[in-house]
C-alpha cells in the first residue's frame, strides 16, 4: 500500500460531460502529480502541486484543470469530455516539490479508471 | 528535451532465465534515475534508484546501475519467477519551471512462465 489514495476506482460518463477525480496524498508528502495512462500514449504527465501551489505542468488539455486544497488533497477536473479522454488517470505525491527533493520518488495511488461512452 | 527510451517489449522469460530490460536518457544535467514496476490492476510501485553516477540501485534481487558515460540504467535480475510478471517502468526525474518533472519510458511488459 501506497499510501495515496483515488477515488473513484471507476468511472463511465458520456461525452460533453464532466467529472472530478479526487486524490488524497501519502501522510507528509506536500506534492501531488497528476498523470494520464493510455495504451497508445503511455504514461504522460499532466500537472504537479506543491503545497497547493502549480509547479509544473505537461501536456494537460485546457479542457482539464486540477487543484491542490489547504489539507493538501487534490482533484482532477475534466470537462467537454471526449471519447480519447478514455484512460487510467493516476495520482502520485512526494515529501517535496523542486530541487532539494531531486531523488525523492513518486508515490503512485491504483489510478481511477475512466470510461467515456 | 529530457527523456527516457526503453526496450521494446513484451519480454517472455522462463522461470529461472536471466532477465534485462535495457534504459538510456537524455538529460541536461545529472538526473536520478528509478525503475518502476506495475502489477496488473495497480499504480505504479518504486522497485529501485539511484541518484548519481555509478549508483547501483537494487531491490527484490533487481539491479540496475547508473552509467553517465553510456547514459544508460539498465534493470537486471539474475533468476526471474513467475511472480515478477508485471510492466516495468525506467524513469528520471528532471527539473521544469519551478517543480520536478519525471519522464518515464513507454513500459516494458514481462511475463514469465513456468
Known amino acids: 500500500d501506497s499510501g495515496v489514495t483515488q477515488t473513484p476506482k471507476h468511472l463511465i460518463t458520456a461525452t460533453g460531460q464532466r467529472v472530478t477525480l479526487r486524490c488524497s496524498p501519502r501522510?507528509?508528502?506536500?506534492?501531488v502529480y497528476w498523470y494520464q495512462q493510455s495504451l497508445d500514449q503511455g504514461l504522460q504527465f499532466l500537472i504537479q502541486?506543491?503545497?497547493?501551489?502549480?509547479?509544473a505542468k505537461g501536456n494537460i488539455l485546457e479542457r482539464f484543470s486540477a487543484q491542490q486544497f489547504p489539507d493538501l488533497h487534490s482533484e482532477l477536473n475534466l470537462s467537454s469530455l471526449e471519447l480519447g479522454d478514455s484512460a487510467l488517470y493516476f495520482c502520485a505525491s512526494s515529501t517535496h516539490g523542486y530541487s532539494s527533493s531531486y531523488n525523492s520518488p513518486l508515490h503512485f495511488g491504483n489510478g481511477t479508471r475512466l470510461t467515456v461512452t | 528535451g529530457d527523456s527516457v527510451t526503453q526496450m521494446e517489449g513484451p519480454v517472455t522469460l522462463s522461470e529461472e532465465a536471466f532477465l534485462t530490460i535495457n534504459c538510456t536518457y537524455t538529460a541536461t544535467g545529472y538526473p536520478s534515475l528509478f525503475w518502476y514496476v506495475q502489477y496488473p490492476g495497480e499504480g505504479l510501485q518504486l522497485l529501485l534508484k539511484a541518484t548519481k553516477a555509478d549508483d547501483k540501485g537494487s531491490n527484490k534481487g533487481f539491479e540496475a546501475t547508473y552509467r553517465k558515460e553510456t547514459t544508460s540504467f539498465h534493470l537486471e535480475k539474475g533468476s526471474v519467477q513467475v511472480s515478477d510478471s508485471a510492466v516495468y517502468f525506467c524513469a528520471l526525474i528532471s527539473l521544469r519551471g519551478t517543480g520536478n518533472q519525471f519522464y518515464f519510458g513507454t513500459g516494458t511488459s514481462l511475463t514469465v512462465i513456468p
Open positions: 502541486y506543491y503545497n497547493g501551489e502549480e509547479r
Open positions: 501522510s507528509g508528502d506536500l506534492s
